[in-house]
């Protein structure tokens, strides 16, 4: 996909969107396309929806992005890069699945954006204010990656893997960070039904997420704490959390959708 002149790595999984709804997969803050593994064709086959996948500029196969970010990054993507992907790759109604910093662009899209598309949001592991395990956590990451393997580890999926690492490391360690980064405003104003999973041994962030999103969200919600999970319940327990997601899907996705 090509948007503004440059590369979007993109996937699709099962139907395309003439032909049934999509779950649209928003990765972590290291992520991209390949790093969500098996999880959309377990998705397509679980649900017969379309999946649809892509690398944000910067990571995997995209095109690379100026570093530093600025620390409202994850709302420029929400507001005004997400809609032009789901507008370019032709998205009629969907589920966005947002695991990690692509939870947060799910809540940040779900409660800024009027999108008559999106049906439902999952979100995985999702952060919605910084919480001080979660800053000690991000730098431990930073030690690992300039003196452990976690540098050529993620060299594999990213073509400019300092550009992806540093642009998520350095916003998130940024003294401003904390101010600049509260979604209790956008939570207040979503109105899709929204899903939460987070694992039980998340070393990135507690269930106070979740208390937050229960005191502002005022559409359905849903939480599930997945037991012997840390920040990725999708890959290290697949079964309840895909089982949760995929009927959760199918449920937003109902209405119309000749697939389901």
């Not at 996909?1 to 996937?11: K, N, P, Q």
Request: aromatic share 8%; with cysteine; hydrophobic share 45%.
């Amino acid at each position: 996909m090509i948007l503004d002149g440059r590369e979007i790595e993109t996937a699709w999984w099962g139907p395309g969107p003439e032909a049934a709804p999509t779950l649209v997969l928003l990765h972590e803050g290291l992520g991209c396309v390949a790093l969500w593994r098996d999880v959309p064709a377990a998705l397509a086959a679980a649900t017969g929806c379309g999946v649809f996948a892509y690398s944000r500029f910067g990571y995997g196969r995209s095109a690379p992005v100026a570093v530093p970010r600025p620390l409202d990054y994850m709302h420029v993507e929400a507001r005004e890069v997400l809609p032009r992907v789901l507008d370019a790759a032709a998205i009629e109604r969907c589920v966005l699945v947002g695991h990690s910093d692509g939870g947060s662009i799910a809540a940040i899209h779900g409660g800024s954006c009027d999108d008559d598309r999106v049906r439902g949001l999952a979100l995985i592991a999702a952060h919605f204010f910084v919480e001080p395990i979660g800053v000690a956590s991000i730098a431990e990451a930073r030690e690992a990656y300039q003196t452990g393997d976690l540098r050529p580890r993620l060299a594999r999926y990213h073509d400019d893997v300092d550009g992806a690492f540093w642009g998520w490391n350095r916003a998130w360690l940024d003294p401003d960070f904390p101010r600049a980064f509260d979604l209790s405003a956008e939570l207040a104003r979503i109105r899709t039904p929204t899903l939460l999973i987070q694992g039980e041994d998340d070393p990135y962030g507690t269930t106070a997420q979740f208390d937050m999103a229960r005191r502002r969200v005022t559409a359905p919600l849903e939480t599930l704490l997945i037991p012997d999970a840390r920040h990725a319940p999708h890959l290290e327990a697949p079964t309840p959390s895909l089982d949760a997601i995929a009927a959760f899907a199918r449920r937003m996705l109902r209405e119309g959708a000749s697939a389901l």
